[in-house]
């Protein structure tokens, strides 16, 4: 048995994909392909194979060292890797040993931008076909499986906040090299437009010029694009994306980011999704993920002929207001994130609900009958991790539905009604994730412990430095 065999993902339709590949490397369409998996923080990492080793690659695979699992976002590795045993206490964490990526022929893409490249997703396993627990792709497959034996399937879509900025400055002298837990300064950039007038025709003309080119490549990858939007702030851009069902919108949104940079990069601009950059008078970005059911005939789970929301739909909801402040550690997985969540500033900062109300954390859209009603949660940053933002939804909605649990009344002043407090910090987030026992069965002990090292590690960094604010208040005063 090949590696795809023992790893149970050689089936049926796996291997017609892979044929598929394989005709067109024949066919002489490509030089080169890149291999790509979501490393734990929703970058993709991996590597670039020459055409003719791709069909060997799909079914044996392509080895990488499991450190690249073990870093926080400064590309630090935060685990021991040399003693033994490793990070973990076992042999396949020790000495930097490899880790398989298995090419997925399903997510074939060539690039518009790099025509002679073609790209796959990959799904990563041990070098014996067991699944990888840190693997954040099968973390949320996890999920959708028990969401499956509910009798259920999980369908959502993308409405995505970023900011696109001219770069002017790449900061690529010999001392900008950076280093593991120093990454080298960031590109000096200036204003696309100025901000505030939200929708405004003549601001998104402003930036048609860039926004044609990613939208053609983006279009040009099949990845599922509704529409382009000049949002409030002052260089800020919204794009939302049809919906998909199960791994489709995770996997959409790790390409799309990728995607998204790199053609902004080859033409001179600099996009970014983090969420609130240090510029003057910049708005925060968010990413409100729309989502809803299958039950087993396809139907609309959420729809009801008598109410905006169904029965099951509002189980759901309670299930996500119940756990919010531990799911934020995966919807909002960065420091900067939690600037984000202010009163009246069209974004959360509590556990509520309402009717097509901006001012919530879930939003309900729909009206009875509609074969289209949903939920709008508008907690999340552009920056979380795909596979684990939409399990922790997955996971939190699961468990409101096994408890048939009650979400309580709208809000209808999202700002002064009294409820759980969404986190003010990812401390606060990881300290209700730790003790979160839905989360810990849904996402295993192992996975959560190993997140919570991961994310304290960048706190203790961000902790350690002395900030700009800081010596301004205290260096002369003192």
């Known amino acids: 048995m090949h590696l795809a065999e023992k790893a149970g993902l050689w089936d049926d339709d796996r291997q017609a994909a892979a044929r598929e590949v394989e005709r067109r490397i024949l066919a002489g369409e490509l030089t080169v392909v890149r291999l790509s998996f979501a490393d734990q923080h929703g970058i993709l990492r991996g590597k670039t194979l020459t055409a003719g080793e791709i069909g060997a690659a799909m079914t044996g695979g392509v080895g990488f060292t499991t450190t690249m699992l073990l870093k926080d976002t400064s590309h630090r590795t935060v685990f021991p890797v040399w003693g033994a045993g490793g990070a973990f206490g ?50 949320y497959r996890q999920a959708l499986s028990a969401l499956d034996d509910a009798g259920y399937r999980f369908f959502a879509g993308l409405e995505v906040e970023f900011h696109l900025f001219k770069l002017e400055k790449t900061r690529l002298a010999l001392g900008d090299s950076g280093q593991p837990g120093q990454p080298g300064a960031p590109p000096e950039v200036s204003l696309l437009n100025q901000g505030y007038q939200y929708l405004t025709e003549s601001r998104y003309d402003e930036m048609d010029p860039i ?84 039950d087993k005939t396809g139907a609309n789970a959420f729809a009801d002929p008598k109410e905006p929301l169904s029965a099951v739909g509002r189980h759901w909801m309670a299930g996500l207001l119940d756990h919010a402040r531990a799911a934020a550690a995966f919807s909002t997985p960065t420091l900067n994130g939690y600037k984000r969540y202010r009163p ?49 939804q997955v996971v939190s909605g699961l468990d409101g539905l096994k408890r048939q649990a009650d979400p309580g009344p709208s809000a209808d002043a999202p700002y002064d009604t ?29 996975f959560v412990d190993y997140y919570l090292k991961l994310k ?22 003192f």
């Open 344 to 392: 009246f500033s069209l974004a959360p900062d509590r556990a509520v609900w309402g009717r097509d109300n901006r001012g919530v954390m879930v939003r309900v859209l729909g009206r009875p009958g509609d074969p289209a009603s949903h939920l709008e949660n508008r907690v999340g940053e552009p920056a979380a991790n795909p596979y684990l933002y939409m399990a922790s």
């Open 90 to 139: 076992s042999h396949e964490w020790e000495g930097a040993a490899d880790v398989m990526m298995l090419p997925d022929p399903s997510t074939f893409r060539v690039l518009p931008w790099a025509p002679h490249t073609g790209w796959m997703l990959c799904d990563i396993v041990f070098a014996d076909g067991r699944p990888m627990p840190l693997s954040t792709r099968q973390v």
């Open 211 to 294: 926004l044609e080119i990613l939208r053609t490549n983006i279009v040009g990858l099949a990845l599922p694009l509704r529409s382009l939007e000049v949002e409030f702030g002052p260089s800020q851009v919204e794009f939302t994306f049809r919906a998909g069902t199960g791994l489709e919108p995770a996997d959409a949104m790790v390409l799309f980011r990728s995607a998204a940079k790199q053609v902004a990069q080859r033409n001179g601009y600099h996009l970014t999704f983090m969420c609130r950059p240090r510029l003057p008078n910049v708005m925060s970005s968010g990413w409100h993920l729309h989502q809803s059911l299958k």
């Open 418 to 446: 009294q409820a759980t407090p969404l986190p003010r910090s990812l401390e606060e987030a990881l300290s209700a994730l730790r003790d979160d026992a839905v989360f810990r069965a849904g996402f295993g002990d192992f």
């Open 456 to 477: 304290q590690a960048e706190i203790d960094r961000f902790n350690a430095e002395v900030s700009e604010w800081e010596q301004h208040e205290y260096f002369s005063t």
